[in-house]
């Protein structure tokens, strides 16, 4: 399907994976979702993005919205999660309980959730591609389409055997235009290839570039003082071609109101702030980070089972980003259940198959004594 939304369509969705806490961190503060979802409409908004697996936030969303406004003041997005069910039955079940939990009727855009090389197969298996088309026949979904997390081949393969995809949403920001373990550029390239219209998650890299290390920040305050850092992300991606919306995870008013502030009149960057952003990249490149392609080839051996290039993504995250506590997070999340760094035995076999020769044995001592 080609892109059916114009140039001049608000380009700020409302993630909902980020929702405000109450004072003691037990729920969803819904009484300031009311807030946010309120300045965010009157701005122009309209596109709102939760999921089955938002703990809360389908909840959060029907009493914030879906029970305040009229139906066609919205559009509402959320997704089914697969690799998360044990069984096909469970995994359309997911359907009907956030018919449930949103209250909306039926959902505008329905999307088959974070698809990657390790999961995919799922949606196969459980007949979940078929599922999805005949909830559309019924009028419960309006759009169909998956959020992304593999390689440009697999995207290919799937846009392919499934073209009738009405949209897909990708991972890019600046930082992972380029990164060859992302590859943002290449899958916004096939996507476009295929003319589908893109729903970008991650825009400011889990919020890495909101907070970018103080090199980044001199670089960003001498090309314009008053301008958040996170606006250079949003707006960097928002005026790319085929872009249906720009997630923006917003936990608070604050980040709201700066999002409202330069999205409501969007202006694309100019080419002297694209030159700015040319000056960050070239900063970011020269940091000592770990040169991992994420091809996975040092894994296929390992006795210890250590997820070693997840591991370097997260210690990638400390170095470039200054990401200390989220970087030592992601790493427990990618090591449960398998080996950490500290277990490695040197035996040298992902040292031989490392296509970049990387000193992978030093560089996990590292990780050991920076992550653990």
């Not at 979940?128 to 309006?142: A, M, T």
Request: proline share 4%; aromatic share 10%.
């Amino acid at each position: 399907m080609a892109d059916w939304f114009g140039k001049d369509t608000f380009k700020l969705g409302f993630g909902l994976m980020r929702l405000p806490r109450t004072a003691d961190g037990s729920a969803i503060d819904v009484e300031q979702v009311k807030e946010m979802v309120d300045a965010f409409l009157a701005a122009g908004g309209t596109y709102f993005d939760t999921a089955f697996a938002y703990q809360g936030s389908e909840e959060a969303i029907r009493a914030a919205l879906v029970e305040r406004y009229p139906r066609d003041r919205y559009t509402l997005a959320t997704k089914l999660i697969a690799w998360g069910a044990d069984s096909a039955e469970a995994a359309r079940q997911e359907f009907t309980t956030s018919l449930e939990r949103t209250g909306a009727g039926y959902f505008d855009f329905y999307l088959l959730h974070a698809l990657m090389r390790s999961n995919y197969q799922k949606y196969d298996e459980f007949g979940i591609w078929d599922f999805v088309k005949e909830q559309k026949e019924k009028g419960l979904i309006k759009h169909y389409g998956f959020s992304f997390h593999g390689d440009p081949e697999l995207l290919e393969e799937l846009l392919t055997l499934h073209p009738d995809v009405d949209f897909i949403q990708l991972q890019i920001n600046y930082a992972d235009w380029e990164d060859p373990s992302v590859q943002a550029r290449a899958n916004w390239e096939v996507a476009r290839k295929h003319g589908k219209s893109i729903v970008v998650m991650e825009p400011v890299k889990g919020g890495a570039l909101a907070d970018p290390i103080d090199q980044v920040k001199a670089v960003f305050t001498e090309a314009n003082p008053n301008a958040s850092f996170a606006s250079w992300a949003i707006r960097y991606v928002a005026g790319m071609e085929g872009i249906l919306t720009v997630l923006s995870g917003m936990s608070n008013m604050a980040q709201m109101e700066d999002n409202l502030s330069y999205m409501k009149n969007f202006q694309p960057l100019t080419e002297a702030e694209q030159g700015t952003i040319r000056k960050v990249l070239d900063i970011l490149s020269k940091i000592d980070s770990i040169k991992c392609t994420g091809c996975s080839y040092c894994t296929k051996g390992c006795p210890m089972n250590i997820p070693i290039p997840d591991i370097f993504r997260n210690r990638n995250s400390q170095l470039v980003y200054n990401q200390i506590q989220g970087a030592k997070m992601g790493y427990a999340r990618a090591t449960m259940g398998k080996g950490k760094a500290s277990d490695c035995i040197q035996c040298g076999q992902c040292e031989g198959a490392c296509p970049q020769h990387l000193p992978i044995i030093e560089l996990l001592q590292d990780c050991a004594a920076n992550l653990e």
